[in-house]
């Protein structure tokens, strides 16, 4: 559906003066938020908001010359963008009177949507004058919100950082394509639907919100056991934190040292178990590992009290040690992903202060060492925010799976948020079935202590990384005693740990180190079958503490760094021997096929 060849002047003032007061709205809402931070500047429910808000308020204190720099700046910002209104409504008017015009001015100086943003790549926006509009004026105000927010002051990088975070947020709540009056594509296909798609989108808003989140994926074409964690295999131990599944061999012969994978207790180990033809578990089987994973359980209020110990010395050593006494080995190979990377060097950083080494070699996936650099994690995370954890679960409780699930989506909102509020909603669909997004929405809870002391030791004051600043388990750790050889993986647009912050992990750890850079994502660039043949990866050598030197010198190799990573794990293998087909231990039997109890539970 398209508006009529002319439109009329007054229509194009009243839109361009909208467009103005909607650009202009952002720096509005700062000042109101710094001034309810100015009111209340101790509390420790103050939000991060409204920290952020308070830095950037142009009545900080500040010199005059500072003050009228900033004024003028202001000005010349707001002037340039009214011209760029006054060219984009223009452009419009031409193309209303001269029928024969593009259905979308190539003008330079007009703005163009982000590389990969397909908000509005539908033809219904470029065939209606008025909505073409609409998405022009809007990409014009958010550009101009993004330049304003940098000219606004801040305390420091991070509070930048956060109106940056909050800019966004804001920017892409009030795109033109999430609301029905403002959609051309909610028109065409309630048209199409006879009215049909209108009724669908209800339907599925309502079953969304029984559900408690949005649908990613077709909920209903997955379940785990069934075609999700379907790699053979049974549970050989269990405790109150987590289940230790052992996968049966997929070859005639495998390597004395098993492999023990750590995944993140922050959503379910299956991530790394999907479908057989995009399962790392069943790709490290065929190369000859006897692998075994943890499955974390997913706390319900009787786990309320765990804390991180816990999960270091019930979790990470027993399973390192339950794996070696079945395969009667002094040591293994050990993985660990994210938090469970994490929570696997301070594990073995208690190990060796014990005069322990229970690991030959270390693999460590998108995980964080040094939190000097947290990601866009860290702009959730303050010292009233901790401290208000701190006193509501800090001694017991949950974190709630909902809420983590949140915070993780709004880092992507247009890609795990709005993208689905006008498919599902707007346009009345059904999400495609899509394994990775169905284990996304497959939450977790996490214990209060547990939660709470990751968050403060790790993301606020960033203990690990000095050595003998943190105490675990009743040990000093020390990173530079975990000194086996280690193979650290990180994702090149990781927006949860950066991949300059992965690196930084070569110069912590004590053993020889080999790094590896994937493409795409946190989750993404992890799950890169060889198959597939997609995306990159870069390969390097050592080039001390800088990575951007090291990314400068390295080669990138088209495909998936899987083979790269397995080829380097057969040299800590150990002998081959015939492999055993019967899984477990006298000790240790077989208690149920994998993948077990603990990753069926959902989140309460």
């Known amino acids: 559906m398209s508006a009529g060849p002319d439109l009329p002047s007054q229509a194009m003032q009243t839109m361009f003066q909208a467009g103005q007061s909607w650009a202009q709205g952002f720096a509005q809402w700062l000042a109101a938020v710094q001034a309810q931070a100015q009111s209340q500047p101790q509390s420790q429910s103050q939000s991060t908001t409204a920290q952020a808000a308070a830095s950037a308020s142009p009545t900080s204190k500040s010199d005059p ?30 193309r209303s009177s001269d029928k024969n015009a593009a259905s979308s001015t190539p003008d330079a100086a007009l703005p163009r949507p982000q590389p990969g943003d397909r908000r509005f790549s ?132 495998v390597g004395t040292r098993p492999l023990v994978i750590v ?29 075994f994973m943890v499955s974390w359980r997913n706390p319900q209020a009787a786990q309320g009290h765990l804390g991180w110990d816990d999960y270091v010395e019930q979790g990470v050593l027993r399973a390192l040690a339950v794996a070696a006494a079945i395969c009667g080995v002094e040591q293994v190979n050990a993985l660990g992903f994210c938090v469970g990377g994490t929570l696997l060097s301070t594990a073995l950083a208690v190990a060796r202060a014990r005069g322990e080494t229970p690991v030959t070699s270390l693999t460590l996936l998108t995980t964080l060492l040094d939190f000097a650099d947290p990601g866009e994690l860290g702009l959730f995370i303050d010292q009233a925010s901790v401290a208000a954890r701190e006193a509501s679960i800090g001694k017991g409780g949950l974190m709630k799976g909902s809420e983590l699930a949140a915070v993780f989506s709004s880092l992507r909102a247009n890609d795990l948020i709005w993208q689905y509020v006008v498919s599902n909603y707007l346009k009345g669909g059904k999400p495609p079935a899509f394994d990775l997004l169905y284990w996304n929405a497959d939450s977790t809870n996490l214990p209060g202590p547990f939660a709470v002391w990751y968050l403060r030791n790790m ?96 080669t990138e190799q088209r495909g998936s760094w899987w083979p790269t990573w397995t080829a380097w794990l ?29 990753v069926r539970e959902k989140a309460s």
């Open 65 to 94: 010359a500072q003050a009228a720099a900033q004024h003028g700046a202001l000005q010349q910002l707001q002037q340039a963008f009214m011209a760029r209104h006054m060219a984009l409504w223009q452009a419009q008017i031409n």
């Open 122 to 253: 539908a033809a219904e926006w470029a065939n209606s004058p008025i909505h073409d509009y609409f998405r022009q004026s809007y990409l014009l105000n958010a550009e101009y919100v993004g330049r304003l927010v940098e000219l606004l002051p801040a305390a420091d990088t991070k509070a930048r950082e956060r109106m940056r975070f909050m800019a966004r947020q804001y920017v892409d709540a009030l795109a033109p394509s999430n609301f029905a009056a403002t959609n051309p594509e909610f028109i065409e296909t309630a048209l199409a639907s006879q009215g049909e798609s209108i009724n669908a989108g209800i339907r599925n808003l309502l079953a969304d919100i029984e559900k408690g989140h949005i649908s990613l994926s077709d909920e209903t074409a997955f379940e785990v056991g069934r075609n999700l964690a379907i790699t053979p295999g049974a549970v050989v131990f269990e405790n109150e934190v987590m289940q230790l599944i052992q996968y049966a061999p997929l070859s005639d012969v």
């Open 263 to 291: 995944p993140p207790c922050i959503n379910k180990y299956y991530i790394l178990d999907l479908q057989p033809e995009n399962s790392l578990v069943r790709h490290a089987i065929e190369q000859g590992n006897t692998v």
């Open 459 to 554: 993301y606020l004051e960033n203990r690990l990384r000095s050595p003998g600043r943190l105490t675990v388990c009743g040990e000093k750790v020390d990173l530079r005693k975990v000194d086996m050889p280690v193979f650290l993986y990180a994702s090149r647009e990781d927006h949860i740990v950066p991949w300059q912050a992965g690196y930084r992990s070569r110069a912590l750890l004590g053993g020889r180190s080999t790094f590896v850079m994937g493409a795409s994502g946190h989750i993404a660039g992890v799950i890169n079958p060889p198959a597939k043949n997609r995306r990159s990866y870069w390969v390097g050598e050592y080039a001390g503490k800088d990575a951007e030197r090291w990314l400068a010198g390295a």
């Open 570 to 598: 057969q040299a800590f293998a150990g002998k081959p021997r015939k492999a055993r087909v019967r899984l477990g231990s006298v000790t240790y039997k077989a208690l149920e096929p994998a993948p077990g109890r603990y």
